[in-house]
Every structure is written in structure tokens, then in C-alpha cells.
């Protein structure tokens, strides 16, 4: 509107002034070819033909000829417009404001059954909170026709906040608030502040609690519980540990219990097996006398054994043999040493 008033005024100027002639009779109005150079003024409407949106902004469209504020807003980029029609910027970068809002905890009484009982509830608390925002294209009228401008009132954005606030935080009492109900009272209170705050064309993008003030008793209590909590827990792993450490011990004397036994009956295995062998070749040695091209001369083993007739080693010899052989193949090469005394003879070998 500015720039047509400003190039009609404009051209009227410019084509006075090529229209008036100064003579010798004085001043005179006359129009000349040159006067009709002042319509070129009116090039000064084509830049209101354009309106550009700059990055990071939507463009808010009044037109007085056409039902004032319009439901479509402009996109960023250079977009067409007619002569009459406003364009009002508006920010879409994102927005953040920071509260303390006070908000009650807890119910204070409750309906159970067709009865009213008092809960213990009713404690408030303060939360330090962060809001972040931003206007949308989308919503961007709604927000201009609520607020007039690019900016709004920080008490409006308080007010919806404390609104919401309060509407979920007594839904939980202070104490399951501090032990970590928190983040469900935040994610709660988003929610309700997405659908709050978009009827007045704002898009949230998160909503943050900082911190949460319940009063120095209150805290003092949940700190002693936790700490109380963080006992039990540690006593707990004590008592495991030694039972761990006890079923140690329990195991590790069973596998040297068994290992003993074990080794036992493989040391009374060995022996027996060592005996029945030793016993084996005595007999086997012993028979090997009388055997004449494979077979047994049962005759010469009677006379031999009855009557004494015959060369040959008696079993008691053989068995001196073999038990001497089993000695020379266990000796370890070192003679014993023998200490005579008044009556008594000692044997000791050079490791006693």
C-alpha cells in the first residue's frame, strides 16, 4: 500500500515538475512530451509485487482487500504478492525459556470404594524446568492472530506450563517423585504441554525438569532411605560372598577328600597288581624248571618237590631272585650307612 501511494505521489511530482515552464511572463503550466516521462515512477510498485522470506522464517500474509489475516502463510524463498498485501515475518528458529513453577504432589484424599480416606499426600514441590520451542509454517497464523507478533509473553508460556505441571504431579506422591518417578512426571507433563501450547500455534520440542525442590525433611528422609537401601544392598553382597567363599572351602576339601581316596585305591590298585605279578613270574620261573619243549614233566616236578631230586631252584629260591631284582630295580645307587653302637646297630641312609 506504502509503495503505491509513494509512486503515485511520485509521478503527480515528477510530472508538475516537467509540466511547469519559467518565461519571461513568469511561471507556466504546460504539458509537454517530457511530462509523460513521470509515469515511469510508477516502476516503483514492482519491488511490492515480491516478498522474500529469509532462512529460519515464515511470512504471515494481511490482506485488507481480502478478508484481512490470511490461513495460508509463506514458506521461505521469493514468492508473488499483490501491491496491498503485508507480510509480517516470524521466526521458526528454536525458542527457550527457563522456570521455577511450583506444583502440589501427591493426592489428599482419595475415593476407595465409596469411601474418602486421606492419602498423606498433599506436599508441593519446586521444579526448575526448561522449555524449548519453535513457530511453525504449519501453525504460524494461529500464532500471529494469538500473540500479534513474532515474540510471546513468557507469564503466557509459565502459566500453560504450571497448568500441566500441577495436572501430573499430583498424580505421583514426593517420595516415589525423588527415588526416579521423576522422568514420568516430565514425560507426562510434555505431553500435555504439546497439546496445550499448540492451540496457540507453538510446536514443543522437549520440556525439561533441571531440578526438583521437595524441602529440606522430605529429602532428608529419601536420602536416609537411600542410604539405609545402599546398606541392605552391600550386606547383601557380604552375605553372598561368604557363602561363595564357604561353598569354596566346602568344594575344595571334598576334591582333596576324594583325591586322597582316589590315590589310595590307586596306590592299594598298584600293590596288587605289582604283588600279583611278582607272584605270576615266581610261579611262572619256578614251573619254567620242568618243562621240556613246552610241556609240563610233571614226574620231575613231584620227585623234585616230594623226594628232593633234581638241580633245580626251590620256589622260596626263585622268590628270593625276583624280590632282589625288584629291589636293585627301585634302588636309587646310594649305599646306607651303618653306625655301630653299645648294643645297637642303625641304618640310615644319607636323607634321614
Same mark, same amino acid.
Given at each position: 500500500m506504502f509503495s503505491i501511494i509513494f509512486s503515485?505521489? #511520485?509521478? #503527480? #511530482?515528477?510530472?508538475? @515538475? =516537467?509540466?511547469?515552464?519559467?518565461t519571461g511572463e513568469g511561471i507556466r503550466f504546460r504539458v509537454r512530451k517530457r511530462s509523460f516521462f513521470a509515469f515511469f515512477a510508477l516502476l516503483l510498485i514492482v519491488p511490492s509485487f515480491f516478498a522474500q522470506v529469509n532462512a529460519n522464517e515464515v511470512g504471515i500474509v494481511y490482506d485488507p482487500l481480502n478478508g484481512g489475516l490470511q490461513d495460508t502463510a509463506l514458506g521461505e524463498g521469493l514468492h508473488i504478492v499483490t501491491p496491498f498485501q503485508q507480510v509480517n515475518m516470524i521466526s521458526t528458529k528454536l525458542r527457550e525459556d527457563s522456570f521455577t513453577v511450583s506444583a502440589q504432589t501427591g493426592k489428599i484424599i482419595q475415593v476407595v470404594d465409596g469411601v474418602t480416606e486421606e492419602t498423606g499426600g498433599g506436599q508441593f514441590a519446586n521444579y526448575q524446568v526448561t522449555l524449548q520451542y519453535r513457530i511453525e509454517v504449519a501453525n504460524a497464523q494461529t500464532f500471529y492472530r494469538n500473540f500479534g507478533g513474532d515474540s510471546v509473553s513468557k507469564s503466557t508460556i509459565e502459566a500453560r506450563i504450571r497448568e500441566s505441571l500441577q495436572e501430573n504431579s499430583v498424580e505421583f506422591d514426593i517420595f516415589s517423585i525423588l527415588? @526416579? @518417578? =521423576? $522422568?514420568?512426571?516430565? =514425560?507426562?507433563?510434555? $505431553? #500435555?504441554?504439546?497439546v496445550s501450547l499448540f492451540e496457540l500455534g507453538i510446536t514443543v520440542e522437549s520440556f525439561i525438569i533441571l531440578d526438583v525442590d521437595a524441602g529440606v525433611v522430605i529429602e532428608a528422609v529419601v536420602e536416609a532411605e537411600a542410604t539405609a537401601a545402599k546398606q541392605k544392598e552391600i550386606a547383601l553382597k557380604d552375605q553372598e560372598a561368604e557363602l561363595i567363599r564357604f561353598d569354596t572351602i566346602k568344594l575344595t576339601t571334598t576334591i582333596q577328600a576324594e583325591t586322597v581316596v582316589i590315590e589310595a585305591t590307586a596306590q592299594a590298585e598298584s600293590e596288587r597288581i605289582l604283588y600279583s605279578v611278582t607272584a605270576n613270574a615266581i610261579y611262572t620261573m619256578y614251573e619254567e624248571q620242568f618243562m621240556d619243549d613246552g610241556v609240563l614233566d610233571v614226574v620231575g616236578k613231584n620227585d623234585f618237590e616230594i623226594n628232593g631230586i633234581g638241580g633245580y631252584l626251590t620256589i622260596s629260591e626263585i622268590s628270593d631272585v625276583v624280590l632282589t631284582q625288584l629291589y636293585y630295580d627301585k634302588w636309587d645307587g646310594i649305599l646306607p650307612e651303618i653306625l655301630a653302637g653299645d648294643g645297637v646297630d642303625i641304618l640310615l641312609t644319607p636323607n634321614d
Open positions: 503515485l505521489i #511520485a509521478v #503527480a #511530482a515528477i510530472f508538475v @515538475g =516537467l509540466s511547469v515552464i519559467q527415588k @526416579g @518417578g =521423576l $522422568n514420568d512426571v516430565r =514425560l507426562s507433563t510434555e $505431553n #500435555a504441554l504439546k
